[in-house]
C-alpha cells in the first residue's frame, strides 16, 4: 500500500529557481491539501483541492501555486523560490471533507538558499 | 490569532504512566477534533478523532475527552510506552471547511523507560 508519495524528500534550491512538488495518492480520495511545517510550528495549510480540476487558497498561498488535473496528483509548484519557502511540506489526503483524519506523505525538505 | 493552541511543548511521563496532552481552541464554529502523531522524518498520522457531539471517544489506550463549553480537548495514553514517544498534534475542522484542518504547534511526548 503506496498511501500517499511525494517527490522529492529532499531539495535545495538557489533563491529565485523554480520548481514543483509532487504528490501522488492511490487511495482513491477526492480531497488533497498542502501543508508547510516550519521548526517549532504546527501544519499551516498552503492549497487545497476538493476533486478533480478544482483548487483552493488556504492559510497561506502567497507564492505558491497547485494543480490537480488528475484525481490522483497534486501538484505544488514555487514559481520563484525565496529563502522564507524554507519549509517541510506535507501533502495529505482524505476520502471524506470530514471524518477519519487525513493521510499524509512522509514530507519534502526545502531548503531555499 | 491562533485558533487551535497546545499550549505544553513537551511533556515526559514514566513508561507506564498516563499521558495527558491538552489542547485548546477558539473558534466556535469547529465541530471536529483530530489528533495527529509524528514521528521524525515521517509524516504525521491520525490516532483519534471526536465529534462535537461527543464528549469522549476512547481507542485502546487512546482516549480523548471534549469538553466544549471551555473550548478544551485531552488525549490520554494508558499506560504509556517508550514507542509513544513522538511529536502530537491537535487538530481541528468545521463541516462547512471542505475539510480544512487547522493544526496545533505540537507537544513532544517523551515516555521514559
Known amino acids: 500500500n503506496a498511501g500517499v508519495t511525494q517527490t522529492p524528500k529532499f531539495r535545495v534550491l538557489k533563491t529565485g529557481q523554480s520548481m514543483t512538488l509532487l504528490c501522488a495518492q492511490d487511495?482513491?480520495?477526492?480531497?488533497m491539501y498542502w501543508y508547510r511545517q516550519d521548526p517549532g510550528m504546527g501544519l499551516r495549510l498552503i492549497h487545497y483541492s476538493v476533486g478533480e480540476g478544482t483548487t483552493a487558497k488556504g492559510e497561506v498561498p502567497d507564492g505558491y501555486n497547485v494543480s490537480r488535473l488528475k484525481k490522483q496528483n497534486f501538484l505544488l509548484g514555487l514559481e520563484s523560490a525565496a529563502p522564507s519557502q524554507t519549509s517541510v511540506y506535507f501533502c495529505?489526503?482524505?476520502?471524506?471533507?470530514?471524518?477519519?483524519?487525513?493521510?499524509f506523505g512522509s514530507g519534502t525538505r526545502l531548503t531555499v538558499v | 490569532d491562533q485558533q487551535v493552541k497546545q499550549n505544553s511543548p513537551s511533556l515526559s511521563v514514566q513508561e507506564g504512566r498516563i499521558s495527558i496532552l491538552n489542547c485548546d481552541y477558539t473558534n466556535s464554529m469547529f465541530d471536529y477534533f483530530l489528533w495527529y502523531k509524528k514521528y521524525p522524518a515521517e509524516g504525521p498520522t491520525f490516532l483519534i478523532s471526536i465529534s462535537s457531539i461527543k464528549d469522549k471517544n476512547e481507542d485502546g489506550r487512546f482516549t480523548v475527552f471534549l469538553n466544549k463549553s471551555a473550548k478544551h480537548l485531552s488525549l490520554h495514553i494508558v499506560p504509556s510506552q517508550p514507542g509513544d514517544s513522538a511529536v502530537y498534534f491537535c487538530?481541528?475542522?468545521?463541516?462547512?471547511?471542505?475539510?480544512?484542518?487547522?493544526f496545533g504547534d505540537g507537544t513532544t511526548l517523551t515516555v521514559k523507560p
Open positions: 495529505a489526503s482524505s476520502l471524506d471533507s470530514f471524518v477519519g483524519g487525513y493521510t
Open positions: 487538530a481541528a475542522s468545521g463541516n462547512t471547511n471542505a475539510g480544512k484542518s487547522t
Open positions: 487511495m482513491n480520495h477526492e480531497y
